[in-house]
Each structure stands twice: as structure tokens, then as C-alpha cells.
């Protein structure tokens, strides 16, 4: 299509870039990566590219556990730990960090895809904060062995997740009993 239009009506690759960008987003969903290849080498994207709409390719890839294909967006585009953490930082908006690679994984329990980011970046608990984030990802669909993953991963305790207790009231009121029977059992606050 992107072919078609630049030819009749005679655009550039600058003027179809939001519709090359969507694209690119659609096929890294998907984990589409022949695909996305396949739109870096004919259109020339960036990693500028891969990294628009909040970095949004790569956050796709990794709630979809593309792995393969968050894997090559990483190596070809050479994106770096800012790309895949959760921490607030001076080239993140409050808005932009709510999308980032960590969080999507976590929404979707894509554990492999997780410890896979964790040990490629090799995060620190301070990049993935804010901890309640990726914590009420994976809490929410009742991923309990992600939530004890990155507990244990990054020696979270009750008190580094400041709203704890919404946490587990929203585990329990989801009737996800793993969940909360294991955050009860990390603090005495909730024993009982």
C-alpha cells in the first residue's frame, strides 16, 4: 500500500512515515519480525522510529514475548537500558513511562521475555521503579510467579511498593488466592 501511494501521488518515505511507523507497530504486535525486516530495509527506519509512540514497538514485542524479535529491535537498533526500564528519568515523561518494554512483559507474564530484559540490560531495582507498576501488571492477570519473580529478583519488600495494599486488595477482590496468600506471607502487615 505504502509502495502504491508513494508511486501515484508521488510521496516520499518522509511523507508516509506515520503510516510506515503504524505498520511497524501492527507487525511487531504480531511478532512479525521477517516483517519488520523487511520495513527497516525498505523504507530506512531508525531506531528514532522504534523508539516513537513511547517506544511502543518494542513494548509490543515483549507483551507478545516475541522474543526473537525484541532481540533483534535490541541488537539492530542498539537500544539501551532507558529503552526496556520502568524508572522515571530525565528523558521520560510521566506519560512515556507507563509504556515501557519491563511493564508490557509483565502485563502478559511473559517471564521469559522478562528475565530475558532483566539480564540483557542488567537492570537494578532502581530501573524498575516505580515497583507498583510492574507489580499491578502481572498482579492483575494473577501472575503471582511473576510477581515472586521480580520480588526475588530485585529484593523488593513490602515496603518498596508504596501502595502495597492496593496491590493485594485488588488480588484478592480478582480472587487470585496465590497472589495474596504470597504477599501475605512476604509481610506480617497482612498475615491473618
Same mark, same amino acid.
Given at each position: 500500500?505504502? =509502495? ?12 508516509? =512515515? ?9 507487525? #511487531? ?29 518494542? #513494548? ?12 533483534? %529491535?535490541?541488537?539492530?537498533?542498539? %537500544? ?10 530525565? =528523558? ?5 513511562? *507507563? ?25 537494578? !531495582? ?10 499491578? =501488571?502481572?498482579? *492483575? ?16 519488600? !513490602? ?34
Amino acid at each position: 500500500m505504502a =509502495r502504491w501511494l508513494a508511486g501515484s501521488f508521488g510521496l516520499t518515505t518522509a511523507d508516509l =512515515r506515520l503510516e510506515i511507523r503504524n505498520t511497524l507497530l501492527s507487525v #511487531c504486535w504480531h511478532g512479525y519480525l521477517r516483517r519488520v525486516r523487511g520495513l527497516v530495509g525498505r523504507f530506512g527506519l531508525t531506531i528514532e522510529d522504534v523508539r516513537s509512540c513511547n517506544r511502543a514497538a518494542l #513494548c509490543y514485542a515483549c507483551e507478545g514475548g516475541h522474543l526473537a524479535l525484541v532481540g533483534w %529491535l535490541v541488537g539492530h537498533f542498539g %537500544l539501551e537500558s532507558f529503552d526496556a526500564r520502568a524508572s522515571k528519568n530525565a =528523558r521520560a515523561s510521566f506519560e512515556e513511562d *507507563a509504556a515501557n518494554a519491563l511493564s508490557y512483559a509483565c502485563k502478559k507474564a511473559r517471564l521469559g521475555t522478562i528475565r530475558w530484559l532483566a539480564a540483557r540490560f542488567d537492570l537494578s !531495582p532502581s530501573d524498575v521503579e516505580p515497583y507498583d507498576m510492574i507489580l499491578d =501488571r502481572a498482579r *492483575a492477570a494473577g501472575h503471582w510467579g511473576v510477581v515472586r519473580w521480580l520480588a526475588g529478583r530485585f529484593a523488593l519488600s !513490602p515496603s518498596d511498593v508504596k501502595p502495597y495494599d492496593g496491590i493485594l486488595d485488588r488480588a484478592r477482590a480478582a480472587c487470585h488466592l496465590g497472589v495474596v496468600r504470597w504477599l501475605g506471607a512476604r509481610s506480617r502487615r497482612f498475615a491473618g
